[in-house]
């Protein structure tokens, strides 16, 4: 996904909602923060999103816009309307978190969690496709090993197991 896709998809979630302000979440919400990304991050086609005071609307972002419709078969990107409990995110984001607001959203705000809490969510989901992720973020020197480690201890409820997988595994980066 490009970022002019990301702020496509914005413009029709406030158009579908009526709602101004999203918070992004995923892979591509890097975009907010980060104005060229690495190929490796930019895989995903779709923008997990939900409007920040209605959150319950991004069913109807689903049915719209989301994977299936119309939309998405025209444009080969789509928005997966998602909640505030789908990502665990490291305490403190909010006060973190990248807001934007470019004349394409045509005055929506999209607000995103910083690079590092984005990438320590992604980093307790302990999934292969996020661990490519982190790597290609790492390796363009866009997220610092050890500011990522210490947001990974800042997340809630992970599981002992896995964040000794985690930090194993971003050891090799330091």
């Known amino acids: 996904m490009r970022r002019a896709e990301v702020a496509h998809i914005v413009r029709a979630a406030k158009a579908i909602t009526s709602e101004r302000e999203f918070v ?19 895989q995903s086609g779709e923008l997990d ?24 078969a025209t444009r080969g990107y789509y928005a997966q309307g998602v909640g505030p409990e789908t990502a665990k995110l ?19 705000v999209a607000i995103a969690p ?19 992720y982190i790597e290609a973020a790492i ?7 050890m500011i990522l480690n210490k947001r990974i201890g800042q997340v809630e409820g992970v599981d002992a197991d896995v964040l000794d997988v985690v930090r194993g595994w971003l050891s ?3």
């Open 24 to 42: 992004l979440i995923g892979s591509q919400a890097a975009h907010l923060s980060i104005e060229n990304l690495p190929p490796e991050m930019l």
């Open 90 to 108: 490291p305490e403190g984001w909010k006060d973190r978190a990248i807001r934007v607001s470019t004349p394409p959203m045509d005055g929506a």
């Open 49 to 72: 999103i939900y409007p920040l005071r209605h959150p319950d609307l991004a069913d109807l972002l689903d049915g719209a816009i989301g994977e299936g419709s119309s939309f998405h």
């Open 114 to 132: 910083e690079i590092h809490d984005l990438c320590a969510s992604k980093a307790v989901a302990n999934r292969p496709k996020d661990r490519e």
């Open 139 to 145: 390796t363009a020197k866009i997220v610092e090993p």
């Open 172 to 174: 090799s980066f330091a």
